[in-house]
């Protein structure tokens, strides 16, 4: 019988952990970031002639381009909708609230191995709500959902308390940050993004950085001329919007230049997107189309979001992907890049990421009831859509592709055979999901 030497044993032993390490380095890194307040038509790869995003669409010209993302009209509603993959009537109860009860993307990175950080906008504390739940006040919550450490505003502090952008009032990790004039809130969370980035760098991990901007009030930023008059930082004005974009798009560049300089950009998922319609009083333009921001409601200016995916390891060659994306659909597509076996209400959109084969989901879904002001329930609403129609309970029905303001429903006694088939489609749709009140 053979004897193996001791020595034969170790060398054994570093090949198995070197192969180990070799394997865990071999994880996609993950970046999601999602622009407050951001329709597709702010960004210039989506043909906007209203702003400058070089470094957004530099993405987008070495990545994917999805043309058809779908989210909720709101920000609470979308980001319950995204971090879980359900169905606003699954698990949406209070605005500003995200139950402890659900298990979010960041909780499945983090139990795939992923070291996981959220900064930006949390807002699922429920501040609005202190009378009926008992834990707002529980800074450790971003813990609970999974992020092993967080710089958020809004998390336990209310936003009348203090802002987001310049002198902002943040909480990191358990302690409220000094004040600071000087200071603005997105560089802050740029800032440890990139730090946590240069310190997770020989790891897997998970950045999840849901942006404060573009959200109102429209103040300056630190590259407008206003900003170094002090009295004035926190004037509102829609001119300033213009600016807010551009600052958006500087993160951006940040974040790839960083990745780059670490040699991590070929094998990080970096991806960019918007939680729900530019705001209402925000017009752009995309080429000579007017586009009027629409926030809140449930028609496309309210709801057609920015998706680009950038990820140089994988993807080659840039290309549009015309099909419907939803919300629900983030969730299992990070179950899918860490093998994980579980269920959501979305479908994964991975394959199209490594050039796998991908069945396009043929209807997106949305339920939207925002529980949230008057000025804002008033829209609440479901629909049912596919590439060029869409459908709501009471039987309004749209041809998007001549009618995206939604103007002029089509009548049922008008409809061609082909339109018929496509209305009864989306009426079955319907049937697999709770009746709307």
């Not at 009209?73 to 500003?96: A, E, H, Q, W």
């Not at 579980?342 to 989901?361: A, V």
Request: glycine share 6%.
């Amino acid at each position: 019988m053979r004897t193996i030497s001791r020595k034969s044993i170790l060398l054994f032993a570093l090949v198995v952990f070197s192969c180990s390490i070799h394997a865990e380095r071999n994880q996609s890194n993950v970046i999601l970031i999602m622009v407050d307040d951001m329709g597709y038509e702010c960004v210039g790869a989506y043909g906007s002639t209203s702003y400058h995003t070089p470094n957004i669409d530099k993405m987008a010209s070495q990545g994917i381009l999805f043309s058809n993302c779908v989210s909720q009209p709101l920000c609470t509603p979308s980001r319950v909708k995204i971090m879980t993959g359900k169905y606003n009537y699954r698990n949406y109860d209070f605005f500003g609230h995200l139950n402890l009860s659900e298990y979010t993307f960041g909780n499945l990175m983090q139990d795939a191995g992923y070291e996981t950080c959220i900064a930006g906008k949390w807002q699922l504390n429920g501040l609005a709500y202190k009378d009926l739940i008992p834990d707002w006040q529980d800074n450790t919550r971003p813990h609970k959902f999974g992020f092993d450490e967080y710089c958020l505003w809004q998390l336990t502090k209310e936003g009348r308390e203090g802002g987001r952008y310049a002198n902002p009032l943040i909480e990191q990790n358990g302690e409220i940050l000094d004040r600071n004039v000087e200071a603005y809130g997105p560089d802050i969370f740029a800032d440890y993004i990139l730090d946590f980035i240069e310190r997770k760098k020989d790891k897997p991990f998970f950045v999840y950085y849901p942006m404060v901007l573009v959200h109102d009030p429209f103040v300056p930023t630190p590259d407008s001329p206003d900003w170094d008059k002090e009295e004035i930082r926190s004037k509102k004005d829609t001119s300033y919007f213009k600016d807010m974009v551009a600052y958006t798009d500087k993160i951006v560049g940040k974040i790839i230049r960083k990745l780059e300089e670490l040699n991590l950009d070929e094998n990080t998922i970096l991806i960019f997107t918007g939680d729900n319609g530019t705001h209402r009083s925000i017009q752009s333009r995309v080429a000579e189309e007017l586009i009027v921001g629409g926030k809140g409601k449930t028609t496309d200016a309210g709801t057609h979001v920015p998706l680009i995916v950038y990820w140089p390891a994988r993807i080659k060659a840039q290309f549009v992907y015309n099909d419907l994306i939803e919300f629900s659909d983030f969730f299992p597509t990070f179950a899918d890049l860490t093998e994980t076996d579980i269920k959501s209400d979305g479908k994964s959109f991975y394959p199209l990421l490594i050039g796998g084969e991908h069945q396009p989901r043929k209807t997106a879904f949305v339920h939207y009831d925002p529980r949230w002001g008057k000025n804002v329930n008033q829209y609440r609403n479901q629909f049912v859509r596919s590439l060029e129609y869409k459908l709501y309970p009471d039987g309004r029905f749209y041809n998007l592709t001549n009618d995206k303001l939604e103007k002029s429903p089509l009548c049922l006694d008008a409809l061609s055979a082909d339109g018929l088939i496509i209305r009864t489609a989306l009426e079955n749709e319907f049937e697999k999901h709770p009746a709307w009140r």
